[in-house]
């Protein structure tokens, strides 16, 4: 049996941003699930990573989906990869 471990999980978020969401199929429910996770994440201690393909022209993560998370850590790519 597989048991959680928060301290060896981590939840990574991929480039859920203002120019890409509305590329996205279904972006309202993405959005509403990314957001339903990070808080998950909060609450069992997984920490949240963001990643943010070139915020610079495509903006930055989705303000809920980022506020969602008391601390998350967001790093920016220039590639689309992680």
Same mark, same amino acid.
């Given at each position: 049996?597989?048991?959680?471990? +928060? @301290?060896?999980? #981590?939840?990574?978020? =991929?480039? !859920?941003?203002?120019?890409?969401?509305?590329?996205?199929?279904?972006?309202?429910?993405?959005?509403?699930?990314?957001?339903?996770?990070?808080? +998950? @994440?909060?609450? #069992?201690?997984?920490? =949240?990573? !963001?990643?943010?393909?070139?915020?610079?022209?495509?903006?930055?993560?989705?303000?809920?989906?980022?506020?969602?998370?008391?601390?998350?850590?967001?790093?920016?790519?220039?590639?689309?990869?992680?």
């Amino acid at each position: 049996m597989t048991i959680f471990k +928060a @301290a060896k999980s #981590t939840l990574l978020v =991929v480039d !859920i941003q203002k120019k890409l969401l509305p590329a996205m199929a279904e972006p309202t429910d993405v959005e509403s699930n990314a957001i339903r996770l990070v808080q +998950a @994440a909060d609450l #069992t201690g997984v920490p =949240v990573v !963001i990643s943010e393909q070139y915020p610079d022209g495509i903006g930055h993560t989705v303000a809920p989906v980022l506020s969602a998370s008391t601390k998350p850590k967001v790093f920016d790519k220039l590639h689309f990869d992680c």
